[in-house]
């Protein structure tokens, strides 16, 4: 397992696709935290010492590019052929889609790491210099990654469905959007108050809002380990649907 999610990472760094996505994220967030001078958005005209808009956008710049991580990672394999050869290797199904997600997962975690020196530049910015709620961001960054972990999962399910990486690419955005955003509006109709508070646990959006300020609740972890373990085992579900 530990060979072929070296051989996935190494796949990416060694394409162009892998540093496009770390490069199409650092620019899109780079532009609205830094360059464009709006006040919502912008850490030095919003006057605060904090990075909450990096993490109120980042998960809608990767809601695009995780899908474009993986709508390959099984998709290619069926249309080339290869995904056979893949899975008689001395390794189980689950193993292998495993070792496709934690890939997924490090080339996410290396699109966030040049942001870290974002963090040195709202501490030297601060006033006082250094005056930043340093284990809020971290709790923060630990939430982008939860959540990261839920769209990754969503991504690697999508691309075992189809031979097509652009649908697969498409399924990928449309079950992350929804996952995202969806619960929350279906919750916003005239159901019971009941009904609403369940539809809006079952969003992303509800779990991460509170993780993305520095609060780690374990529910919202339980919701995040739960989210990438359903999609998981679908993916595993519907590979070994070959063998029937």
Not at 166 to 175: Q, Y
Not at 236 to 244: A, I, Q, S, T, V
Request: with cysteine; charged share 10%.
């Amino acid at each position: 397992m530990i060979i072929l999610l070296r051989k996935e990472i190494s796949a990416f760094l060694s394409s162009l696709m892998g540093y496009m996505v770390i490069c199409v994220f650092l620019f899109i967030v780079g532009l609205f935290l830094w360059v464009i001078p709006t006040t919502e958005f912008n850490l030095i005209q919003n006057g605060t010492a904090s990075l909450d808009s990096l993490f109120i956008l980042a998960p809608w710049v990767f809601l695009f590019l995780i899908p474009a991580v993986t709508m390959r990672m099984f998709a290619e394999e069926q249309r080339s052929g290869t995904i056979e050869t893949l899975f008689t290797r001395p390794l189980t199904d689950l193993q292998i889609i495993m070792a496709k997600f934690g890939a997924s997962i490090v080339l996410v975690a290396f699109a966030l790491v040049p942001t870290i020196l974002y963090y040195f530049s709202v501490s030297w910015l601060a006033s006082p210099s250094g005056n930043v709620d340093t284990a809020g961001i971290l709790g923060s960054y630990l939430g982008l990654l939860f959540l990261c972990s839920g769209f990754t999962a969503i991504g690697i399910f999508a691309s075992s469905l189809t031979q097509n990486q652009i649908i697969s690419f498409l399924l990928a955005l449309l079950l992350s959007f929804f996952f995202y955003t969806g619960f929350d509006a279906l919750a916003s109709f005239s159901f019971p108050v009941g009904v609403q508070n369940l539809l809006g646990s079952l969003g992303i959006s509800s779990h991460y809002s509170s993780m993305s300020r520095g609060v780690i609740d374990s529910r919202d972890v339980i919701y995040f380990l739960s989210l990438s373990c359903l999609f998981i085992f679908l993916t595993k579900f519907n590979l070994e649907r070959r063998k029937w």
